[in-house]
Every structure is written in structure tokens, then in C-alpha cells.
């Protein structure tokens, strides 16, 4: 009698664990999204698309949807359970300009400085974030929806997470991860854009090397930037102040050891925390929705429209210029802040056409132009929508 | 004088630091008061009294407590908001509701007047001195009828512009603005087609990065024009007209060379197994300062 009690209890409390398993509370969309993380992971690892983003997000997005049975105080967005407590600093936003102020300590603007009419292919290439602004919103989203979706054209990955945080929380899952996926992508989405609008001719343009620009200048350089755009969009504040100001310990000179540390350490440690708990946060219930598909298909139209303005921009602003002064007009694509990919594509690009035609150095230019471009757009669509 | 210019300047940011905390209790306001209340809302003891209603109008919470509440122009600390309760604690944007029934012993949000008795209703700071803000009391009031502000936090002192007798009395919420369209509802309705947003937006991206153009287009040729001064000075003209067709690709290419000949020749200081003594210099520092750190001589006389 004694024995048969005993045994029921340990079949009473095997069942309960059973209960308690991923395979008991599995559904067809927790299996699906293991796949896209495994996808994530393999892409990074075989084929080194962005690898540094892509293995936290695809090794997130396996941690977010591991089946749970409710309750136990461990899902992402489970209040109080760790992953919970490290998803807010996407949540409330201050992941983004931690990393911004990374960006800045690791970006050399001299590029810019040297050729400061570059800085308007940045404020072109932001025509994507408005372009699939407008889409969205003829698809039935909400203006704020829109604009969190739009900006995944900015092509930048923690602007795209703050206004998401800011905007439209409960799509900030899709927008994040179509944001970081689109920016692995550039490599593939842009070519055949820049190839469609450019000539042959065009293409071979050889633009005057950039002239040596002096400390003095980098160092005015984000206290004036900074100045100016802030003043211009207050509601950017976070990202442009922590990009500025990341960008003057770098090049103060005098701040050397925290230069290092905001562009190693630091953003090192927040791009895992970012990584990891956006995967974490594409929970299949969450993320498996029509509304995502729609981001994912906006988030590529906005990288092709906003290519096509950097791209068409030059053009354009080619009229007017002088014979020897012209600008290439594969480097458009580059006003995208995908730094440094997007101005790796317009090198590469331009290396097919001519072999000793290097445009990396002209091509970043318009690269951290589309950094300072975006966060003032995503300043101005906070200040206009929230 | 140096240490008295420390001791200025410290006390300067005390002073500063005492003036900000006054300024965020400046940032309440009288949002809207209740008179006659028969049938209205009733208090926590099932009573009908009149009501004050107080309006933290800025971005960061507000502790009113040490505050004071008063319809006497001749005693400003007629009712002190008790400290030390969490309630008085009032966050960004939020309401807090004074009940005007004199009787304070009920609790800290039950203050010592009523409002038919009073011809005005002030707000003062913790200092006892400060009116942070006053409004005259209306006599033709009807029962059940409030006075506020049309948008919250808006609107003069004396009640003449941005108060309204209140269609509906809101106690402890937004006075008009409950049903307001959210700035994306508006957005859409009024620009459907996102043509207004992406040409405004376009219009402020582009004005801000042409600035920023602008600026250092000229910042450059000043900074090009200082160094071939200063070339021409120390080298003559001939050396500054080459120095200029000079472009960042050749200090790039030099740079480059040097750094490859230093890594292939065996000219570097490091090296594996090799010791590389470097000079250490000792930077004056108070810390390590002998001065600070021992006692003066005794001097013989």
C-alpha cells in the first residue's frame, strides 16, 4: 500500500515536470523562430554577415523562445526575472545612446571635415525613413507605428531601438531585428540599386583626394555638431549628445583612457546586452504576427529608397558642380549610417569599374554624415509623434 | 584669495542647488478649485466639501510636502502640507486634491479652511515666504460647478486668461485634455499620405546638416589659410604653395611606409625577450606632495 503511494507521488510529480518542459509547452512558432536564430547564427559564423550583432541576436531569439511554462519567473517579459531587469535598458531606451557614445569615440569625422558638402548625401539617404513612413501608414498603421518602421531606413540599429522603445513598444521586437538584419544585408541590397541609377561614366568618377585636416578642426568639430543640431531637434538630445560627445574624448586628446573604454569595453558590453535581449524579446507570440511581415518587407523598401536618394542626390548636386570637383555617385549609397559597411559597398563597387579607383575614404564622408542624419531624423519624428 | 574665491564659489552652487529645489516647487500651480459641493464628488469620509486641486506642471517629481496652503494674504503658513508623507511626493505631469473643510485633523490632504469663507486661494513655498501662486476666489460660482484651467498648468495668475468655468468638475485628472488626440492620431488624419511629414522633416535634416556644411566649409578655409601663414613664415612661399597641393592620401601613404618599416625592421623597442626601459616622469601631484604630507621643521631660534 505504502509502495503504491510512493510511486504515485513520483508519477504525480514526473508528470508535473513533464508540464514544467520546453517540449510539453512547444508550439509550431516557438520551432519556427529557433530556426530564424539558428538562420541568424549560421549567417554571422558562415558567412560573416555582421557577426558581432548577428550571433547575440540569433543566440537571443533561441533563449526568447525556449517554451516556458508561465510563471516561473524567467521570460524576458516576465517582470522581475533577470532577462526582464536587462531588456529594460531597451526598453526604456538607454542602450541606444550607450552605444551612440561608443560610435563616437570610434569615429574619425575627418573625412566630413575635409569635405563638409558630403554631410547633405547624409541628409539625402534619410528620404528611406520618410519614404516607408509613408508606406506604412497606406498599410493601416498608426503614424507612431509608421514612423518607428520608417526609421529602420536610417540603417541604424540603436536609433532604431530608441524610437521603437519610444513610439511603438510593442513592435520593437520586428523593428529591431528587421533593423540589424537589413544592415547585415547591405552588402546585398545596396549593388543593385547603386548600379540601376548610376552610368557607366558616372561611375568612373574620380573625385579630388580629401585635404589633411587638422586637430583644431576635429576637436571643434563635436562641440559645434553638437551645438547646431541639438539646438535644431532637442527631442535627438540622447543619441547626438552621446555621439558628440563620445567623438570629443576621442579626439580632445586628453581623454584617451575613456576614449578606449567607451569604444571597447563599453559598447562591447552594451552591444551583447542589446543583442542578446532584443533576440530574447522575438518571443513567437509576440513576434509571429502579419504585422511583422509588413516591417520586414517596409524595413528593405526603406534601405532601397534610401539608397536611391543618397544615390539620385549626387546626382543631382553633380549639376552644379565643376569638372574635377564632381562627386561619384557611388558613394550616395553611402548616407546610410550602416558604418562602415555601406561605405565598404560604394569601395567595392567602385573598385569593379576601375581598379584603382578607391572611394572607401570619400565614402565615409556621407557614412557618419547618415549617423548625425538619422538621429536628427529620429529626433524629429519624436519630437513630431510622441 | 584663492581660498576665498573656493569658498564663493561653493557656496554659489549651494545657493544654486537651494534655488533649484525652490524652483521645482515653483513649478506647481492652482489647476482648479471646487466651492459649493452638494452632489460633486465625495471625500474619503463620504463627505461633500470643496476642493483645491494642484497641478505639478514640470517633467520631474515634486515634493510639496513643508508647503503651505492658505486664504489669508496676511498668513502665509496658514496650513503647512505635512513633510514626510510618500503622497506629497507628486510626479511628473500629476494632480494632488486638497479638500477645503476645515478640518485638518482627518488627514494630510484635509485642510484648515473652506473655500465659501475665502476670497483667495494661495500657494506658498517651503520657506514660508514665496507665493508660488494665488487665484482669486469666484463668488458666483454655482453648486457643483469648478473653476480651472483650460489646459493644465496654463494660464495667469489672477484667472483672467486660460481659466474657464468647467463644464464638468475633473478632481485629480487632466481638466480638458482627457479627450484629446494623440499627436499620431492627429498626424494621420490631418496627413494620411506621410507628404507633410517627410517634407517638413526632409526640410529640418537638411537644415541642420547644411549648417553644420556651412560652418565647417568656412572653418576649413580659415584653418587652410592659418597654416599656409604660419608655413610661409617658417618656410617661405615656395615650401607652403607644395605643402598645399599636398592632400591627406600622401601624409596617409607616409604614415602607412613608416609604420610597415617599423614593424618589418628590427629597429622597435619591442621586442620579445627584450627589455625596453622607458623613462618615467614624476608629475607633481598634492597627493604625493611632501609639503602636505609632513610636519614643517621646528626652526631653531
New interface residues.
Given amino acids: 500500500m505504502e509502495n503504491k503511494g510512493v510511486f504515485s507521488l513520483l508519477l504525480d510529480n514526473l508528470t508535473q515536470f513533464l508540464q514544467y518542459t520546453g517540449f510539453a509547452n512547444a508550439t509550431w512558432g516557438h520551432i519556427l523562430m529557433i530556426a530564424i536564430g539558428l538562420v541568424f547564427i549560421y549567417l554571422a559564423i558562415k558567412k560573416d554577415w555582421e557577426p558581432l550583432l548577428l550571433v547575440p541576436i540569433g543566440f537571443g531569439i533561441i533563449i526568447g523562445n525556449i517554451p516556458l511554462f508561465p510563471g516561473l519567473s524567467v521570460g524576458v517579459y516576465e517582470e522581475g526575472s533577470v532577462l526582464n531587469i536587462l531588456y529594460q535598458g531597451v526598453q526604456q531606451g538607454w542602450y541606444p545612446p550607450l552605444i551612440f557614445l561608443g560610435i563616437g569615440a570610434m569615429t574619425d569625422f575627418?573625412a566630413?571635415?575635409?569635405n563638409?558638402?558630403l554631410?547633405?548625401i547624409?541628409?539625402?539617404a534619410?528620404?528611406g525613413?520618410?519614404?516607408a513612413?509613408?508606406i506604412a501608414?497606406?498599410l493601416g498603421f498608426?503614424?507612431?507605428e509608421?514612423?518607428a518602421i520608417g526609421i529602420i531606413g536610417g540603417a541604424d540599429g540603436p536609433t532604431a531601438i530608441f524610437l521603437s522603445s519610444r513610439?511603438a513598444p510593442d513592435l520593437m521586437g520586428a523593428i529591431a531585428v528587421s533593423a540589424y538584419s537589413y544592415m547585415a544585408l547591405v552588402p546585398v541590397i545596396q549593388p543593385p540599386v547603386m548600379r540601376l541609377f548610376t552610368t557607366n561614366k558616372e561611375r568612373l568618377i574620380r573625385m579630388?583626394?580629401?585635404?589633411?585636416?587638422?586637430q583644431?578642426?576635429k576637436k571643434?568639430?563635436p562641440i559645434?555638431?553638437f551645438l547646431?543640431?541639438a539646438f535644431?531637434?532637442p527631442s535627438g538630445l540622447p543619441l547626438l549628445g552621446m555621439l558628440f560627445f563620445g567623438n570629443l574624448l576621442k579626439e580632445s586628446g586628453v581623454t584617451r583612457r575613456l576614449a578606449e573604454t567607451a569604444r571597447g569595453p563599453l559598447i562591447d558590453v552594451i552591444t551583447i546586452l542589446i543583442g542578446v535581449t532584443v533576440g530574447c524579446s522575438t518571443q513567437a507570440d509576440k513576434f509571429l504576427q502579419v504585422k511583422s511581415v509588413y516591417i520586414f518587407a517596409l524595413g528593405a523598401l526603406s534601405f532601397v529608397i534610401a539608397t536611391a536618394g543618397g544615390v539620385l542626390f549626387v546626382k543631382l548636386i553633380n549639376i552644379f558642380l565643376k569638372d574635377g570637383n564632381k562627386i561619384n555617385p557611388l558613394i550616395g549609397n553611402a548616407g546610410v549610417s550602416a558604418v562602415p559597411d555601406s561605405a565598404r559597398v560604394s569601395n567595392l563597387i567602385g573598385l569593379e569599374y576601375d581598379k584603382t579607383n578607391y572611394l572607401l575614404?570619400h565614402a565615409m564622408g556621407p557614412n557618419v554624415?547618415g549617423v548625425?542624419?538619422s538621429a536628427?531624423?529620429a529626433g524629429?519624428?519624436l519630437g513630431?509623434?510622441? | 584669495m584663492k581660498r576665498i574665491l573656493q569658498i564663493f564659489l561653493f557656496s554659489g552652487l549651494m545657493l544654486a542647488g537651494i534655488n533649484l529645489n525652490a524652483q521645482s516647487q515653483a513649478d506647481m500651480c492652482i489647476n482648479e478649485y471646487l466651492v459649493i459641493n452638494t452632489s460633486d464628488f465625495e471625500d474619503d469620509f463620504g463627505q461633500h466639501n470643496g476642493w483645491i486641486e494642484l497641478f505639478n506642471s514640470s517633467y520631474g517629481t515634486v515634493n510639496i510636502g513643508g508647503c503651505y496652503l492658505t486664504n489669508d494674504p496676511g498668513n502665509l503658513t496658514k496650513y503647512i502640507i505635512p513633510k514626510g508623507d510618500v503622497l506629497t511626493k507628486i510626479k511628473p505631469r500629476q494632480h494632488i486634491l486638497f479638500w477645503a473643510d476645515n478640518q485638518p485633523f482627518r488627514g494630510t490632504f484635509h485642510i484648515n479652511f473652506s473655500l465659501q469663507e475665502s476670497d483667495e486661494i494661495l500657494f506658498v513655498a517651503s520657506d514660508g515666504k514665496t507665493i508660488i501662486d494665488r487665484i482669486k476666489v469666484r463668488r458666483d460660482l454655482d453648486s457643483n460647478v469648478s473653476y480651472g484651467r483650460l489646459d493644465d498648468g496654463i494660464g495667469t495668475r489672477d484667472g483672467s486668461e486660460g481659466w474657464q468655468i468647467m463644464q464638468r468638475t475633473s478632481p485629480s485628472t487632466n481638466n480638458t485634455g482627457v479627450d484629446k488626440e494623440?499627436?499620431?492620431?492627429i498626424?494621420?488624419r490631418v496627413?494620411?499620405?506621410?507628404?507633410i511629414?517627410?517634407f517638413?522633416?526632409?526640410s529640418?535634416?537638411?537644415?541642420?546638416?547644411?549648417?553644420?556644411?556651412i560652418?565647417?566649409?568656412y572653418?576649413?578655409k580659415y584653418?587652410?589659410k592659418k597654416?599656409r601663414e604660419r608655413t610661409e613664415q617658417v618656410h617661405g612661399k615656395e615650401v607652403a604653395d607644395k605643402e598645399e597641393e599636398?592632400?591627406?592620401?600622401i601624409?596617409a601613404a607616409i604614415s602607412t611606409a613608416m609604420h610597415l618599416y617599423s614593424m618589418d625592421s628590427e629597429s622597435h623597442d619591442i621586442e620579445n625577450t627584450i627589455l625596453t626601459i622607458a623613462r618615467v616622469t614624476k608629475n607633481y601631484s598634492p597627493w604625493s606632495s611632501k609639503i602636505y604630507t609632513l610636519r614643517e621643521s621646528p626652526k631653531r631660534k
Fill in positions: 575627418s566630413l571635415i575635409s563638409p558638402k554631410l547633405l547624409g541628409a539625402a534619410q528620404l525613413i520618410f519614404g513612413y509613408a501608414l497606406l498608426s503614424a507612431s509608421a514612423g513610439l579630388k583626394p580629401p585635404r589633411a585636416v587638422s583644431t578642426e571643434i568639430f559645434v555638431g547646431m543640431t535644431i531637434v575614404m554624415a548625425i542624419g536628427v531624423a524629429i519624428l513630431f509623434l510622441s | 494623440s499627436a499620431s492620431v498626424f494621420k496627413d494620411p499620405f506621410g507628404g511629414m517627410a517638413t522633416a526632409m529640418v535634416v537638411f537644415l541642420a546638416l547644411i549648417l553644420l556644411y560652418v565647417f566649409k572653418i576649413g584653418n587652410i597654416s599636398n592632400s591627406a592620401e601624409y
